[in-house]
């Protein structure tokens, strides 16, 4: 088992600048897709300077071969069209998925202009079964869209901040004084429908075969927030602060530049990530006597002074930007166990750690212990 090997959630797509700042600590990162990606296009990592599975793509529950041709056809509709009975489509969709369980003649006329006729006759629960599976790769479909089109939106952001720190490096040479500071980057808006989302994955937790992991990664505050929820809502308390680790991120240089020095990095910073490895084992596979107290943690942590000084030398902050890696732990359960996941293998663990990635400025949870 390798604890940092995350699954990254709740997105089922990654951007190019969130890939290789996660690179610069974890090894691999799971990601779930709702269907195989037929499209190049919206690969969900290709990053240059990182090895080829540095994302290890899984489908939790497969399309059947009946399915992936009305489905795959349903989604190139969706994105050529978005509007008319796709946008009624949508609604529907979202609104069943809302209000799960009913079912009305809408719901079972999608149903039947998906599936063929077959020539043999499906049993109701089969075909609840199979709506509610393609309604849920349908919202997680649909949620890929938007945030496919908040990530260009946020790259064509960065390209003009860019251009505005060079004027500004230019106008404070001319004039000889200080120029007005750069604006922060902008990081993309968090999308609507959390709840929506949250909720189909669920589905394909429930019926998938997902392998438990004992850490997952996230770059969604609201996300992390259901997960908060749900766990408070089991056991009674919030989830623990662990700690919190500076991340470096490409999103104020060039990501070609970023991930040259991504090697380099990794190898300064690999006994680091050997200690992190051992610490939060040791965390994980402690056995909780009593949830509502707070975690004992174990002698020997990682050296934050070196990764902190490993950071400053190899991505200067006048370059390159910060982010923050905020760990917390989830005692006495699983991710799994939360998301009343039936199949796959059970948590090789005791506890869960949610890792969140927050900017520097964002005050969102409480401080670490």
């Known amino acids: ?32 897709r709702p269907v195989a990606e037929t499209d190049p ?12 599975d540095f994302c290890q793509v899984q489908i939790p529950c497969p399309l059947q071969e ?15 069209q978005g509007d008319g009975f796709i946008t009624q489509l949508k609604m529907m969709t979202i609104a069943s998925m809302t209000a799960p369980g009913k079912r009305d003649e809408s719901s079972q006329s999608i149903l039947s202009a998906l599936f063929p006729a077959s020539g043999k006759t499906r049993e109701t629960d089969e075909q609840n079964l199979r709506l509610e599976l393609w309604q849920a790769r349908l919202i997680l479909k649909l949620a890929e869209i938007v945030d496919m089109a908040d990530s260009q939106l946020a790259e064509q952001l960065g390209s003009l901040e860019g251009f505005e720190s060079d004027m500004l490096q230019q106008l404070q040479g001319e004039t000889g004084g200080a120029a007005p500071s750069a604006m922060p980057p902008r990081r ?30 996230s770059v969604r505050p609201d996300g992390a ?52 490895t051992s610490f939060l084992t040791r965390i994980l596979d402690q056995k909780v006597q009593d949830p509502l107290l707070p975690p004992v943690l174990p002698d020997g942590g990682p050296d934050l002074h070196h990764w902190q000084e490993a950071i400053d030398h190899i991505f200067p902050e006048e370059q390159f930007g910060r982010d923050r890696l905020s760990l917390n732990l989830f005692p006495g359960t699983s991710f799994g166990t939360l998301f009343n996941k039936k199949n796959g293998t059970p948590s090789p663990c005791n506890n869960g750690i949610l890792a969140l990635v927050l900017p520097v400025s964002d005050d969102s949870l409480p401080p670490s212990m």
């Not at 390798?2 to 690179?23: E, H, V």
């Not at 993309?188 to 438990?212: C, H, Q, S």
């Not at 927030?225 to 470096?248: A, T």
């Not at 990501?255 to 040259?260: K, Y």
Request: net charge neutral; with cysteine.
């Open 41 to 52: 296009a919206s690969g969900s990592c290709n990053d240059p300077g990182m090895d080829a």
């Open 188 to 217: 993309p808006t968090v999308t609507a429908g959390m709840e929506n989302r949250f909720r189909a994955w669920k589905t394909l937790f429930k019926y998938g075969k997902i392998d438990d992991s004992p850490v997952w990664v």
């Open 66 to 80: 009946d399915e992936q041709q009305g489905f795959q056809q349903m989604i190139k509709e969706i994105r050529t």
């Open 225 to 276: 927030d259901i997960l908060f929820r749900i766990h408070e809502k089991q056991f009674g308390h919030q989830p623990f602060p662990l700690m919190e680790l500076p991340l470096p991120t490409p999103k104020r240089a060039n990501p070609e530049e970023f991930a040259r020095k991504l090697p380099l990095f990794r190898q300064e910073t690999r006994q680091f990530r050997q200690q992190l």
């Open 1 to 32: 088992m390798d604890i940092l090997a995350p699954l990254y959630f709740p997105d089922s797509l990654i951007d190019r600048s969130t890939s290789l700042s996660l690179a610069a600590l974890f090894n691999h990162l799971r990601i779930l």
